[in-house]
């Protein structure tokens, strides 16, 4: 063999682990297939006594731990983990990351008021500081509970995108505005997509951020999709978040805000949705031709706290739209824990269905892993463990009492487990946490020059707000 021929040396192996390799998609309206069914879905692929290979920023390979070869192990790290659950690093497809300073802050007040009596007026006290402060501390949450992506919409990103960059984070990046910021709005969003595009090694992607379909007006939704498509990248929007905002949208001007994504563009252009609770039938007119490009975040608990319906999962399942899961900002989730928001999610979906055959363990993995990578326009190298994709991946210690015996791992890695039940994390072939801590990472200074600076954040005194809520 010649050099050109030797494969790369490998940096990193982990070995003697439970490998949670991929999802199949779920087949269409299952719920009616009797158990034994050839075309009822088992669409999780769980690999035991593997090992994964990863060379850079990539896994090379996975095999039987049998079949490790000492060259295999020649210029590597060996993680030996054995028993662990190695499965893809989580993504978050709907957060405002600095928000955490505002966790707990609004509570027990129906949405208008948690926007236009709390958040807004909170908001118009944030200075680039605490939104840095902010993201800081959501990236420690968030890569300590095995979210290694998130999608991020929120104001002053240059300093979110710092935060995400120190902390060795992955992210898609998208800086809020409203039309009542006039053209400067889009144009310091389309400044900041363009230059933050593929930066931090390629971690950190972008998209617009308009924030909603009833705060930025059809003419520069137009301009949105429209510089989107100039800059190669998605935009990221609230719509459809509730039915009331459905229901407003009908009878002002006889569209649903759906449509409006359609007739302005922003679907044609690529867009992920947050929320879409108030999405109804004919919305799917409006959706299916641009499912390549066209995900859904659902945040259940959100939705269960602030009495919305939720995500119509079941309906955009059987049309063919990609559903991924989110968190939502820590002021309405409380949390940045994607294994509460996907046990949430799956709790309500049989709930609300009355069918507890709906949404299986199986099916919610497939939405937490496969389909929030293809949400954010990654299924080509996120959200499975597979040779090619990236080394992001999370292990899971299963000797806990709750955990065990593990009858069924798929139901355990969505009903039982626990955020503190993750061990080690990788991103980007990186390890961040070891041993269930942040590595290199000192969290006292900054919790505390947060709580320092809260009674000023959370001062409403002033009376001023930086928008008003009336969809
Ligand atoms: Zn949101």
Same mark, same amino acid.
């Given at each position: ?45 769980? /690999? ?5 290979? !990863?060379?850079?920023? +990539?896994?090379?390979? #996975?095999?039987? +731990?049998?079949? !490790? ?6 210029? &590597?790290?060996?993680?030996? =983990?054995?028993?662990? #659950? ?78 995400? +960059? ?19 709005? /889009?144009? @310091?969003?389309?400044?900041?997509? &363009? ?21 930025? %007006? ?12 100039? #800059?190669?990248? @998605? ?14 949208? /009908? ?8 449509? !409006?994504?359609? %007739?302005?563009?922003? /679907? +044609? ?9 108030? #999405?109804?039938?004919?919305?799917? &007119? ?10 859904? =975040? ?29 968190? %939502? ?6 949390? $940045? *824990? ?46 499975? $463990?597979?040779?090619?994709?990236? =080394? ?18 798929? &139901? ?8 503190? *039940? ?9 390890? !961040? ?8 990472? %000192? ?13 000023? $954040? ?14």
């Amino acid at each position: 063999m010649t050099t050109e021929q030797r494969p790369p040396s490998v940096d990193l192996v982990i070995r003697r682990v439970t490998v949670l390799a991929g999802t199949r998609r779920p087949v269409a309206a299952y719920p009616d297939l009797p158990v034994d069914d050839p075309g009822r879905p088992e669409p999780v692929d769980f /690999l035991h006594d593997h090992a994964i290979g !990863v060379v850079g920023a +990539d896994i090379a390979w #996975i095999k039987p +731990d049998g079949e !490790v070869s000492t060259a295999d192990l020649e210029t &590597a790290r060996v993680i030996d =983990a054995p028993g662990r #659950i190695a499965m893809p690093g989580m993504i978050n497809t709907h957060s405002h990351s600095s928000m955490t300073y505002f966790r707990g802050s609004a509570e027990d007040v129906p949405t208008a008021s948690w926007f236009n009596d709390h958040i807004w007026p909170m908001e118009v006290n944030l200075t680039e500081r605490d939104v840095s402060l902010g993201a800081r501390l959501a990236v420690a949450e968030m890569l300590l509970a095995g979210v290694t992506t998130v999608a991020d919409h929120y104001f002053s990103m240059e300093q979110i995108a710092a935060a995400i +960059d120190e902390g060795g984070m992955r992210a898609v990046l998208a800086e809020t505005f409203f039309s009542s910021q006039g053209a400067a709005g /889009l144009d @310091r969003s389309a400044a900041f997509a &363009a230059e933050w595009n593929g930066r931090a090694d390629g971690r950190i992607t972008t998209m617009l951020g308009p924030h909603a379909v009833y705060t930025v %007006d059809d003419a520069d939704l137009v301009r949105t999709a429209d510089t989107a498509r100039s #800059i190669g990248v @998605r935009s990221h929007v609230h719509a459809s978040e509730t039915m009331h905002q459905t229901e407003s949208s /009908l009878a002002r001007r006889g569209v649903t805000p759906i449509q !409006v994504l359609h %007739d302005t563009g922003m /679907l +044609d252009a690529g867009a992920l949705i947050a929320h879409g609770t108030g #999405i109804v039938e004919s919305d799917l &007119a409006w959706l299916t031709p641009y499912s390549d490009r066209v995900g859904v =975040a659902c945040c259940a608990k959100v939705y269960q706290k602030h009495t919305h319906t939720t995500t119509p999962i079941r309906l955009l399942h059987d049309a063919g739209i990609t559903v991924g899961i989110g968190t %939502d900002g820590c002021a309405s989730h409380n949390t $940045l *824990d994607m294994f509460e928001s996907v046990r949430t999610m799956a709790l309500v979906q049989k709930s609300d269905a009355r069918d507890a055959t709906w949404m299986p363990s199986s099916h919610s993995l497939d939405l937490l892993t496969r389909q929030s990578a293809a949400a954010i326009g990654r299924e080509h190298d996120l959200g499975a $463990l597979r040779p090619g994709f990236k =080394a992001d991946i999370v292990l899971i210690d299963p000797r806990k009492p709750h955990l065990q015996p593990m009858n069924d791992l798929a &139901a355990a890695l969505v009903l039982s487990v626990r955020s503190s *039940d993750v061990e080690t994390v990788i991103v980007d072939g990186r390890v !961040v946490v070891d041993g269930g801590r942040l590595v290199g990472v %000192d969290l006292d200074p900054l919790m505390v020059e947060m709580n320092e600076r809260l009674p000023g $954040l959370t001062d409403r005194s002033h009376g001023t707000t930086i928008q008003t809520y009336a969809p």
